[in-house]
């Protein structure tokens, strides 16, 4: 649905909605988002809503939450320490840390592409603005996100016993950009899938890919030696800058480099606008394509 | 904007617009792709033919009518008329392709009954998402959420989750909701097809009472019996054009003359 034009907002003068032609084209967008705030408690409800029934017919039920990174980061460190040959504690720290921050990003990705096509029966049977569904996508993914900071304050504990500053709170910046990367591309696949049903089905090796151009399973000083291009060209990873930033605020007690948070700003800023404008175009014509 | 519409007004109390809902020159044709779902496999074989598989379904061809505040319209037609297409429109759910539809009310809309938003969930917890899907605020819908568990009768059932509940049961749950939303207008598709007598002679009497609250209400059954029980107005549609609006009498025998169907008991009951 377009906005609706809300003219009062009291009991007794009837809401008026006028519904024109209108395939592809922005609606007015300060009553659209007026909406979709007034509507937040369904986006949080439906989250709310999948995580529980995600888990609600295994054994372990919502322990899965900490299950998940706990088993996550045990593979990833069998993988570095096998291929390494030897245990190195701050390898593995910035891995999981890179890890769980790269997997909220993913999932939000991942699962927001498919979120409004598997939405289906709701999408052609209730009128609201439609960015709700891949913001709760991204909502379910931040709430997978949110158990694996006490298991990665644990490791932190353990192996990198002394690094504490204050600077870590600017983590909380790069988190922030993340975030915004996250919804803008949920919203940007959730478009193309509707367009285009195998976009789903490429993105996994997509996803893996990107990890991998990623400073997850590296960090930034394993590239430092490459040549002027190819280091030019691994950080204009969007994930470079954020991840960088992220990791080097909490582990490295420094102030991030200037140019890593306006980079991160400049690309979150930059994809939410995007992926969040296409989206709402496009979605009137979600309707006509799912049924 | 016009809230409120220049004709003089006739038997409301209030000076709102008379209309609760107004269709113009109102098609949508759906351009869908022959496959059913586009991919890259299909698309590359199309390429290679050299050909566009586009299929134009044109689901409702120049629909005009408006509908005065306390009308119960009734919509009946053959499957695949545009019935529910045309509600999809006033709900703001489908765009018009070409023509306007305006509304003067918060429209509820209770459309393919036995939608469960999750089926892993209970009917309670499907009732909260429900009632926020259809925008009411979270405090608006903890205050009702009792009334509409009460009121579609599940006992126990109501917490189990949607999975094991029949298709009447978790249609009860979908009406209830719809019903407890104090919309202007409402509008229902297929409602009673799939409940027990109990429950229809309930939900009959539910609606009827809404029809006197809401602005406007909107049935659209094949039970033409119900129809003509419950509403005053009543529109045919065949093949995506409007075909008759009238009394729902007059309506329901023109399109039985149409259809050649006798008027009998199967005809008019809620199958």
Known sequence: MTAPTRERETEFEPVYHRYGPHRAGLPPLLPYFRELWHRRGFATEMSRAEIRGANSKTLFGQAWLVLNPLLLAAVYYLLVTILRGHHDPKVFVHLTLGLFAFQMVSHSMTSGTKSVVSAGKLLINTAFPRLLIPLSAVRTAVFHFLPTIPVYLVFHLIFLTRVWSPSMFLSLYFFGCMLLFSAGLAAFFATVQVYFRDTSSFLPYFVRIWMYLSPVLWLPENVAHFSKTVVTIIQLNPMYAMLGGYAEAIQEEKVPDVGLFLSSGLWAVAVAVIGFLFFISRERDFAVRLT | ?271
């Open chain 2, 1 to 271: 904007m016009l809230s409120v519409s220049p004709d003089p007004v006739t038997d409301d109390e209030s000076e709102r617009s008379p209309y609760a809902v107004r269709v113009e020159d109102l098609s949508i044709t759906y351009r869908t792709t022959f496959e059913r779902k586009p991919t890259l496999k299909q698309t590359i074989v199309r390429f290679g033919r050299g050909e566009r598989a586009v299929h134009v379904v044109e689901a409702l061809k120049h629909v005009s009518f408006d509908v005065r505040v306390g009308t119960a319209m009734g919509i009946i037609g053959s499957n695949g008329a545009g019935k529910s297409t045309l509600m999809r429109a006033m709900a703001g759910i489908l765009p018009p392709t070409t023509g306007n539809v305006e509304v003067w009310g918060k429209a509820s809309t209770l459309l393919a009954l036995g939608v469960g938003f999750n089926k892993s969930l209970s009917g309670r917890e499907n009732i909260v998402l429900g009632g926020l899907a259809s925008g009411l605020s979270r405090r608006e819908v903890e205050e009702r959420v009792d009334d509409i568990a009460e009121w579609t009768e599940l006992g126990d059932f109501i917490e189990m989750p949607m999975n094991t509940y029949s298709s009447g049961m978790a249609a009860r749950v979908g009406f209830s909701v719809a019903v407890h939303m104090r919309p202007d207008i409402l509008m229902i598709d297929e409602a009673l097809s799939t409940g027990d007598a109990h429950f229809r002679e309930k939900a009959s009497a539910k609606m009827a009472e809404l029809r006197d609250s809401a602005r406007a209400m909107f049935l659209i059954s094949h039970g033409l019996g119900s129809i003509s029980e419950m509403c005053n107005d009543c529109i045919w549609l065949d093949k995506g054009r409007l075909m008759m609006r009238g009394r729902p009498d007059e309506v329901i025998d023109a399109y039985m003359k149409y259809v050649k169907v006798k008027k009998s008991a199967t005809t008019t009951e809620d199958i």
